[in-house]
């Protein structure tokens, strides 16, 4: 049973050893913020933190992940205030959302590496496909994070954690509440 730290806490999958890291993290942990994209690896979706580095989860088994510190997009900030969760959300670098957790992974790893990225670094280091196409606004994202990470800036763009899904969606006419009495159900 390969065993791991997943977001800080030691965990034990009782899998085979040679599942693919992404399909342990959605099927077994449900961490489903790590996306299947391609499963070849050259997408990005799958980017998660191992020992720090951003690797595609798709192409890491579990045995290559045993021992190892893995971080995915949930567990890189819980309330949202990783630099380049909050600079992603700012210079609206988000269409789809598809992609954006392997993005902000990436750009995570490489803003810890170094916080003052040139946009050709950005470019090497955030391979990651997007179909809504907002490379150019994901290099300003991410040099922005480096600011904030270096704290020549400040930044709150990211929506207050912490609110109840159920009055989220008191705001959002398409999502309300309805009980199955309400909708012709028993």
Same mark, same amino acid.
């Given at each position: 049973?390969?065993?791991?730290?997943?977001n800080?806490?030691?965990?034990?999958?009782?899998?085979?050893?040679q599942?693919?890291?992404?399909?342990?993290?959605?099927?077994?942990?449900?961490?489903?913020?790590?996306?299947?994209?391609?499963?070849?690896?050259d997408?990005?979706?799958?980017?998660?933190?191992?020992?720090?580095?951003?690797?595609?989860?798709?192409?890491?088994?579990?045995a290559?992940?045993?021992?190892?510190?893995?971080?995915?997009?949930?567990?890189?900030?819980?309330?949202?205030?990783?630099?380049?969760?909050?600079?992603?959300?700012?210079?609206?670098?988000?269409?789809?959302?598809?992609?954006? &957790? *392997? +993005?902000?992974? $990436?750009? =995570? !790893? #490489?803003?810890?590496?170094?916080? /003052?990225?040139?946009?050709?670094?950005?470019?090497?280091?955030?391979?990651?496909?997007?179909?809504?196409?907002?490379?150019?606004?994901?290099?300003?994202?991410?040099?922005?994070?480096?600011?904030?990470?270096?704290?020549?800036?400040?930044?709150d763009?990211?929506?207050? &954690? *912490? +609110?109840?899904? $159920?009055? =989220? !969606? #008191?705001?959002?006419?398409?999502? /309300?509440?309805?009980?199955?009495?309400?909708?012709?159900?028993?």
């Amino acid at each position: 049973m390969p065993a791991l730290t997943l977001n800080d806490r030691p965990v034990q999958f009782e899998m085979d050893a040679q599942t693919p890291l992404l399909w342990a993290l959605r099927d077994a942990a449900n961490l489903t913020g790590t996306k299947y994209g391609c499963g070849v690896g050259d997408c990005g979706a799958c980017m998660v933190l191992i020992d720090g580095e951003a690797l595609r989860s798709c192409l890491v088994t579990l045995a290559e992940a045993e021992g190892r510190f893995v971080t995915t997009i949930e567990g890189l900030s819980r309330d949202r205030s990783h630099p380049v969760q909050q600079a992603m959300v700012a210079e609206q670098a988000i269409q789809c959302g598809f992609c954006t &957790p *392997g +993005i902000v992974i $990436a750009a =995570a !790893a #490489l803003i810890a590496r170094n916080p /003052s990225p040139s946009e050709e670094e950005i470019v090497a280091a955030v391979p990651n496909l997007c179909r809504c196409g907002v490379y150019p606004r994901l290099v300003a994202a991410i040099q922005r994070a480096g600011r904030v990470a270096r704290r020549r800036e400040r930044l709150d763009a990211a929506p207050a &954690p *912490g +609110i109840d899904p $159920a009055d =989220a !969606a #008191l705001a959002v006419p398409a999502m /309300s509440r309805t009980t199955a009495a309400e909708a012709g159900g028993e």
